[in-house]
T-cell receptor, first 115, second 109 residues
Framework: GAVVSQHPSWVICKSGTSVKIECRSLDFQATTMFWYRQFPKQSLMLMATSNEGSKATYEQGVEKDKFLINHASLTLSTLTVTSAHPEDSSFYIC???????????FGPGTRLTVL | TQLLEQSPQFLSIQEGENLTVYCNSSSVFSSLQWYRQEPGEGPVLLVTVVTGGEVKKLKRLTFQFGDARKDSSLHITAAQPGDTGLYLCAKNRDDKIIFGKGTRLHILP
């Protein structure tokens, strides 16, 4: 099966610091990866689409300068939350698209807590 | 604008009972996926339905896609505590997957 990993699984940081989250497709290549954010007891909200070798596409209302996305290889995308604030505390989930357009494989998520 | 409406939002039932949750949209789906998500984990794909009227079964779970491809249902027979979780339907829009708000299901032992 297709496996997607995220690192770290959880992180606690101080307000004002930056945090990098990695998303890796372990056994397949992903030209497209997606980043989602999920607040407690809510659904997943798409933040951005990460394309290998090109700039990410951000959803309306998501600040591209705050959530930096880099998709440097076919197996790795990173999300950096810059100058994190308590309201950025959330569950961040990535997915990687494989083969068919409507098949995405999700990572286990990263719990970010900003103090 | 919420493209996908899921109902009910919450459901708590006793072990052994049957239940159905729904996913509706005002627009036609090209395809629809159902996911289950447990606390602290990413969503796991249960099924993808593509054809109007399609029915797929996954053990005690039965998924149905409406004839007009605007709605879908998930029926669970003889629910078990292990079925507890957030059930999400999702559709493709502009090369992206958009999720409904989900139905939070809790099965009481």
């Amino acid at each position: 099966g297709a496996v997607v990993s995220q690192h770290p699984s959880w992180v606690i940081c101080k307000s004002g610091t930056s945090v990098k989250i990695e998303c890796r497709s372990l056994d397949f290549q992903a030209t497209t990866m997606f980043w989602y954010r999920q607040f407690p007891k809510q659904s997943l909200m798409l933040m951005a689409t990460s394309n290998e070798g090109s700039k990410a596409t951000y959803e309306q209302g998501v600040e591209k300068d705050k959530f930096l996305i880099n998709h440097a290889s076919l197996t790795l995308s990173t999300l950096t939350v810059t100058s994190a604030h308590p309201e950025d505390s959330s569950f961040y989930i990535c997915s990687a698209e494989r083969e068919r357009l409507y098949t995405q494989y999700f990572g286990p998520g990263t719990r970010l807590t900003v103090l | 604008t919420q493209l996908l409406e899921q109902s009910p939002q919450f459901l708590s039932i006793q072990e052994g009972e049957n239940l159905t949750v729904y996913c509706n949209s005002s627009s036609v789906f090209s395809s629809l996926q159902w996911y289950r998500q447990e606390p602290g984990e990413g969503p796991v794909l249960l099924v993808t339905v593509v054809t109007g009227g399609e029915v797929k079964k996954l053990k005690r779970l039965t998924f149905q896609f409406g004839d007009a491809r605007k709605d879908s249902s998930l029926h669970i027979t003889a629910a078990q505590p292990g079925d507890t979780g957030l059930y999400l339907c999702a559709k493709n829009r502009d090369d992206k997957i958009i999720f409904g708000k989900g139905t939070r299901l809790h099965i009481l032992p």
